[in-house]
């Protein structure tokens, strides 16, 4: 349930489509849904702007598609994250129009059109073995309307082929760096760029990268001032951190 809906509702009223006690059964479904193993937040969307969001890992293939399902017949669009790629498959059988991406791990189903925000995102990734976590943050951004821009491989390893962007990354209104390894991406890019970023420690790298604990403190310990950052392979939530500002920017 989201601002449009409340207000076709009221219109329905006016126009004498639907009675008040109609309409005060359907706003019984605002604060949540309650099913034997879910309580599905249909009015999420109304307290912060952004709708209920399935995390998979942990929860059985049935439990999704339930989920899912009462999601849609709430007017409501579908974003599943961290879906390993067999319930992915499965989904996208049982569920029409459902779309997997294997990548990011992430699923949609649209029970209407995305309405576009305004500003930009760009998501800078270190390396290519950043990219579930980088599309896992863009997945997320689009979901919610957002236009993003990808910048991927563009690591300190090679410095000149993130120098090739500078001029181009100031143009938009946040920036979400992903790194693994050292974690050195969001430092170096907060010293070229005045925008809000990001920063998104990844697992990837050799032992002494300890799953992410390495980029993480590395990013917490950044001397580029101002620098905000996410918990380890948290594309989601680095991209809901982006929206959030710019949601604050454009009111």
Known sequence: MNKENILKLLEDIAAGKKSPADVLKDLCHLPFEEMDFAKVDSHRHLRNGFSEVIYCRGKTTEHIISITRKMLENGMNVLGTRTDPEVGEHIIKEIKNAEFDPLSGTFMVLAHKIESIKGRLA????????????????RTANFFGAEVRTYYDVGVAGLHRLLAHVKELDDNDVLIAVAGMEGALPSVLGGLV???????????????????VTPLFAMLNSCSEGITVVNIDNGFGAACAALRIVNGLTG
């Open 194 to 212: 005045s925008k809000p970023i990001i920063a998104v420690p990844t697992s990837v790298g050799y032992g002494s990268n300890f799953g992410g």
């Open 123 to 138: 998501i800078l990734a270190a390396g290519t073995a950043d990219l579930k976590v980088a599309e896992e943050a863009k």
